[in-house]
């Protein structure tokens, strides 16, 4: 299981007990017991049926018919017509009643497994792979269903048919009664190993196709990038090697069931070969009669089937079993991030902003060093602060502990002296508006995009958003705020996405903007523009932004500059490029003294006018 | 917006006009909330018109499919069903031989002469032997056969994707590719996991039942006879109802898996702007149109099932009437009538099987269906049929658009008549707003899309007629937003070129400053990235992007915003290592940070597609044109 080996709490179903997990999903049943009843009642009436018009039929041909009694055939003929009747609405009312019962728990399960998803926290997110929990709500949930709509009932059926079978034989003759029911032993032995076999089969089978749908989500992801480099072949390989892991499992798993069904036709069939035997030597002795064995034979066949199809049965409730433990996996994974008992919510208009961090530290989990170390850091009502650093010194993860995407390790971040871990997280996203370094757009039309936080939000509000953002060519798409945006809105151009990520922060009005270089995909033009509609959003607003470029810096009232995990400076833009160093170094246009690049490579890049030609 | 969809859950147990009403309901919603998309065959692919005829000749191609698929294994299909045969053989040997026993082996045996029950229970313990061997051998052969099939059909599938352009991918979204290669692969599996017995014992039985009614009674064997117009109706009816409701529930459930994967791979910003009571909205719509669409198909078997064995049961008592009648007739004896109805019954027990296995074949139909759709649609970008060699066998790197025009969309031209030589090495600047046409040259030329209409040619060849490899080889286009492969930092940077040893990938890393950073992961080089690099920062993920491009070593080198995310000093160095990679290489860069366009050779102002300004940076700067303006304003932002 590649996708859960970094510590994610998996609650494999433990061996001693298989079934725990499916077990555990019996609620999902009640709303459908009674169904479950009726059908149940109905499969075995059915089968009291298909029993009966042969033993109708058989009465016809030996009464009315030899007797020539034309009244008894119509009575009895009418009689086979009805049962066989009976019989056929039974099916229906069964099949009928299986199958809204387990297509309807089969969605209702699913829609619970998403809420879940849906709760639990970005980190969990971070740790398995999509493709892995998509194979959780369809294929496993679908081979749940079909054992609740078949294999289920038919073990109980078969159960039932088994025992009745066995209780008439012994009464027949016990001790061949007792020797059949014997059989019932190395069937139960054969049973359990196979059922321990599959099981780790199926397990493995139903994590390779989690496996093999992560392969064909990170394609389609990855495909531009894949064009780029002509990497299809490779990819192809990689793919083949996925599906290649999946069929040897599947040929393998099917190897067990052969060998496991072929066994089960071998038991009952050497069972009967040994009545044949003790039976005609009985016989011959004159302990049983003639008529007797017959009759024993002929009960005894009536075995078969329901034995043949224990392999099955049995295969399919394994395959149920370990789907439900790779559900209850996730079902079990309690969300990390969620409402405090005592959590209250803040309204809109009675918050002024005052965002602070205090002694904060975070770590991501599984990973030994720390990114963030003792964060001090004030953000006054209506100030914006800008947050420099390097690449990868932990900006972005700073920025996404303040809606809670993740929660501090230590230390604690207040809004208006609240504790954000205090907060509903409802009110607290309400009051956050965000905008991601990369621009998140879904497959839906522009308008449900940008009122992903607002979904109230009115024409009027969602022009405003959109000038603001300089995303107004939006309304000149094919079909103005409705039409699609390609996946993750790729057809869009990159400034386009960032500018409709940002329309849609500032839509909410939030009380804190939280923008992580919301800029840089801008053209200068568009930037310049953008920079000075946000300006006037960021006079009444507390905004915490990330800033590669001295030019957007220039939006904000101060600068904290992050290093290594701590704020080492915070300042005003100009006091830090004169007195930090550190400071200078990340963000001014004057390249620093090379301290690492060589003086070969300085040169390389000089511009006639001796300026160093890279800059914001 | 308000959803109704909400109120479905409570659908099923509506009446069916209900259900309908809420399912338009929902449809609605859904066509809502999804937008409407631009291309009018987003949701398909172009084989899959609606037009009866587009679906019949699909399904006729659907069946081929699955015939070629089969082709291979004619050999072992044989084979498997002779062992089902020999099993069969052995299995109905069985109550025979119980009966030889009981009738010839206890008279002898109570005369003492134990021979003809040892050899009973001799032939008995062959035939339970054969059946087991032929069993298992049957079983497991078909499943290797079953899954070669499934194996073969998802390279298949998943190679052609690999194949079809970016724009076919743009419309069709991913969550639809991975509902093809999973969900649709399932149902094709279900078919093939018991297909094959089924169909061949029920039809055996059938014909060999059918054989024995014919030969036992004449007149029966025609009343019985008259069933058969009955179950065609019925099944013509099945046929229909489920090929469409079957088609039904693989689109439904690829909504369900594209909003599934969708909204989790955005879970950050669904939990940041509290998404979360939408999306459950929008999943419980589809996810009970999905129900729904089940729930019509299953429904159409539960019907199917038991009406064949309302027309079995009826055609019994029938039988068993008209038979008595003629036994008491005189016509008749009555052991025949007997052994009539006994057959009879087992004549119509395995068209139970029968209606199953067409069930199934429906429902993998309908799945063929769609992968064969995909399989039909011709790459929008093809690799030639018989490539062009580049001259002197080697990419020199001279670009060149030749009255190049090119729109997304039909009457929507970006670029119209565009000209542009850029000879071997030089670099050139794109510069131009939003719109002007930048990206989309860029994507031109790394053949994303092939011009509407004139020619981009790399060495004087059309790209249209460069193998794939030679052009990849030559050409690698480093775009803003860069995925990183689930595996090592190294496997992502080997990604530009398979073969490179670590010492290569290290210096990669070194040459653009990602070496200290990956140096300082975890692992280092072996560091895991996680789904779609997780973990790294999005400049840490263009840094690696780059050490890509770098190691791919191209001799045209496309970079379309390529630095946006990195900070000032490490753009710097990746800008240095650039001029030294780039001195004897042909690179379209694209940036809007004019730091970048000051070091190319030449820059090119773009506006709705076409050239306005074209020159070094310097002369272009003392011009006074737009390059000049544009210069100006970003050196007023600096600060």
């Given amino acids: ?616 | 917006m308000t959803t109704t969809a909400d109120a479905d859950a409570n659908a099923a147990g509506g009446t069916a006009d209900d259900a309908e009403r809420h399912e338009a309901a929902a449809h609605l919603d859904l066509q809502r909330w999804r937008g409407r998309a631009t291309d009018p065959e987003a949701d398909r692919s172009r084989a899959e018109e609606a037009t009866p005829e587009a679906i019949a000749r699909l399904r006729v191609r659907s069946r081929a499919l699955l015939r070629d698929l089969l082709r291979p294994h004619r050999g072992r299909l044989g084979l498997a069903v002779g062992l089902l045969l020999a099993q069969n053989a052995a299995a109905m040997s069985g109550p025979y031989l119980v009966m030889l026993g009981i009738d010839r082996a206890i008279g002898p045996l109570r005369a003492g002469d134990s021979g003809p029950l040892v050899a009973i229970a001799g032939a008995f313990a062959a035939a339970t032997v054969v059946e087991y061997a032929a069993r298992r051998g049957f079983l497991t052969l078909s499943a290797r056969i079953g899954q070669a099939v499934l194996l073969e059909l998802r390279q298949r599938v998943y190679g052609h994707f690999l194949r079809l352009s970016v724009g076919f991918h743009e419309r069709y979204t991913s969550g639809r590719m991975i509902s093809r290669l999973t969900s649709d692969l399932d149902s094709i599996a279900e078919l093939l996991d018991g297909g094959v017995d089924s169909l061949v014992l029920a039809g055996l039985s059938i014909l060999s039942v059918a054989g024995i009614l014919l030969w036992l009674d004449l007149p029966l064997a025609a009343v019985t006879l008259l069933a058969f117009p009955f179950l065609f109706l019925l099944s013509r009816w099945f046929a229909r109802a489920s090929a469409g409701a079957y088609r039904r529930t693989r689109e439904a459930v690829s909504l369900v898996i594209v909003h599934f994967v969708e909204s989790l791979r955005g879970i950050r910003a669904v939990q940041a702007y509290r998404r979360e009571p939408r999306n459950q909205r929008i999943f419980a719509a589809v996810n009970d149109d999905y129900r729904q669409a089940s729930l019509r198909a299953f429904r159409l078997i539960a019907t199917y099932s038991p009406g064949i064995k309302v027309i079995g049961n009826v055609t019994v008592a029938v039988v068993l009437g008209y038979g008595g009648a003629r036994v008491l007739g005189g016509a008749m004896e009555v052991g025949v009538l007997a052994a009539f109805l006994l057959y009879l019954r087992r004549f119509f027990e395995p068209m139970q099987e029968l209606s199953q296995f067409y069930n199934s074949l429906q429902s993998a139909t309908a799945a063929l269906e769609k992968l064969a759709g995909v399989l039909d649609e011709r790459p929008g970008v093809a690799e030639p049929a018989r490539p062009a060699p580049l001259p002197g066998g080697d990419a020199r790197g001279a670009v060149e658009f030749r009255s190049v025009s090119f729109g997304y969309r039909a009457g929507a031209p970006i670029l119209s008549g565009l000209d542009l030589s850029v000879p071997a090495g030089q670099t050139v600047a794109l510069v131009g707003a939003t719109g002007a046409g930048k990206s989309t040259i860029a994507k031109l030329l790394a053949r994303f899309h092939d011009p509407d209409a004139g020619t981009v040619a790399l060495d004087g060849v059309d790209l249209r007629d460069l193998a794939d490899a030679e052009l990849r080889r030559a050409v690698v286009l480093v775009a803003q937003e860069n995925h990183l492969f689930s595996g090592s930092v190294a496997e992502n940077i080997r990604f530009g070129r398979p073969g490179a040893d670590d010492a290569a990938v290290q210096a990669a890393a070194r040459a653009i400053g990602a070496h200290d950073f990956i140096a300082a992961l975890p692992d280092g080089y072996a560091t895991e990235v996680r789904r779609r690099g997780g973990r790294l920062s999005a400049g840490q993920r263009q840094l690696v992007a780059f050490a890509r491009a770098f190691l791919a070593d191209p001799r045209v080198l496309i970079l379309d915003e390529a630095t946006s995310s990195l900070d000032v000093p490490t753009e710097r160095l990746v800008q240095r290592a650039l001029a030294t990679v780039l001195r004897d290489r042909t690179a379209l860069v694209i940036a809007h940070r004019l730091s970048t366009v000051e070091t190319a050779d030449r820059v090119l102002v773009l506006d709705g597609g076409r050239v306005v300004e074209d020159g070094p940076p310097e002369r272009l700067t003392a011009t006074g044109g737009r390059y000049a303006a544009l210069r100006r304003q970003w050196r007023d932002s600096l600060v």
């Avoid at chain 1, 309807?104 to 971070?126: C, N, S, V, W």
């Avoid at chain 1, 088994?162 to 032995?189: I, N, Q």
């Avoid at chain 1, 043949?308 to 079990?332: C, H, K, M, P």
């Fill in chain 1, 1 to 616: 299981m590649p996708a859960e080996s970094d510590g994610v709490p998996t609650h494999r179903g433990d061996a001693a007990r298989p079934l725990r997990n499916l077990w555990r999903l019996r609620h999902y049943l009640r709303p459908h017991a009674v169904a479950f009843c009726w059908l149940l009642v109905a499969a075995l009436a059915a089968t009291g049926a298909s029993l009966a018009v042969p033993l109708v039929v058989q009465r016809v041909v030996d009464g009315p018919v030899a007797r020539h009694d034309p009244g008894g055939l119509v009575r009895l003929g009418g009689l086979a017509l009805l049962l066989g009747l009976a019989e056929a609405l039974l099916i229906f009312i069964r099949r009928w009643a299986q199958t809204s019962s387990s297509v309807g728990m089969e969605a209702t399960i699913r829609a619970d497994i998403y809420a879940h998803l849906q709760r639990l926290p970005a980190g969990f997110h971070d740790r398995w792979q999509t493709g892995q929990l998509l194979s959780r709500v369809t294929s496993d949930l679908s081979v749940i269903r079909r054992f609740l709509s078949f294999g289920l009932l038919f073990l109980v059926l078969n159960l039932v048919t088994y025992v009745a079978v066995v209780v008439l034989l012994v009464r027949l003759h016990p001790t061949l009664g007792l020797l059949v029911a014997a059989s019932a032993v190395p069937l139960f032995l054969i049973s359990r190993r196979f059922g321990r076999y599959y099981h780790a089969a199926s397990r493995r089978m139903q994590d390779q196709q989690g496996d093999v749908a992560t392969l064909v989500e990170e394609t389609a992801q990855g495909l531009r990038t894949m064009k780029a480099y002509g990497r299809g072949p490779e990819l192809a390989a990689r793919f083949a090697d996925g599906a290649r892991a999946l069929h040897d499992t599947g040929v393998a798993k099917s190897r067990l069931l052969a060998r496991t069904s072929a066994l089960f036709d071998l038991v009952p069939n050497l069972t009967l070969g040994v009545v044949l035997v003790a039976g005609a030597v009985a016989a011959a002795r004159g302990a049983l009669t003639i008529g007797e064995l017959v009759a024993f034979v002929s009960l005894q066949l009536m075995l078969i089937w329901p034995v043949q199809s224990l392999g099955w049965i049995i295969a399919n409730g394994q395959e149920a079993a370990t789907a439900a433990d790779r559900i209850q996996e996730v079902l079990d994974t309690e969300p990390a991030i969620v409402d405090a008992p005592h959590a209250v919510g803040l309204a809109r208009a009675g918050v002024r902003g005052r965002l602070a961090f205090e002694g904060v530290s975070f770590r991501y989990p599984g990973t030994p060093a720390p990114v963030l170390r003792g964060i001090d850091l004030t953000v006054e009502p209506g100030e914006t602060l800008a947050l420099v650093g390097a690449t990868g010194v932990g900006k972005s993860t700073l920025l996404s502990l303040v809606p809670r995407l993740h929660d501090v390790s230590a230390g604690r971040i207040t809004l208006d002296g609240h504790d954000v871990r205090d907060l509903r997280l409802a009110s607290l996203r309400r009051l956050v508006g965000v905008a991601f370094e990369e621009p998140t757009l879904f497959s839906m039309s522009v308008w449900e995009n940008l009122t992903l936080g607002r979904p109230d939000a009115d024409a009027d509000e969602v022009r405003a958003a959109l000038a603001l953002a300089q995303a107004d060519f939006a309304y000149e798409l094919p079909w103005g705020l409705a039409t699609r945006v390609g996946e993750q809105g790729l057809t869009l151009s990159g400034g386009q996405r960032q500018r409709l990520a940002l329309a849609r922060a500032v839509l909410g009005r939030p009380a804190l903007l939280v923008l992580d270089d919301p800029l840089s995909a801008l053209d200068v033009h568009t930037e310049a523009l953008v920079e000075a509609a946000l300006r006037r959003v960021l006079r009444d607003t507390t905004a915490l932004l990330v800033v590669h470029r001295p030019s957007t810096v220039a939006l904000a009232d101060r600068v904290a500059l992050l290093e290594r995990g701590r704020i080492t400076a915070v300042g005003t833009h100009s006091r830090l490029l004169a007195t930090v160093p550190a400071y200078r170094a990340v963000l001014s246009a004057d390249p620093a003294p090379p301290a690492d690049a060589g003086p070969r490579a300085g040169a390389a890049l000089a511009g006639p006018d001796g300026r160093g030609l890279v800059r914001s």
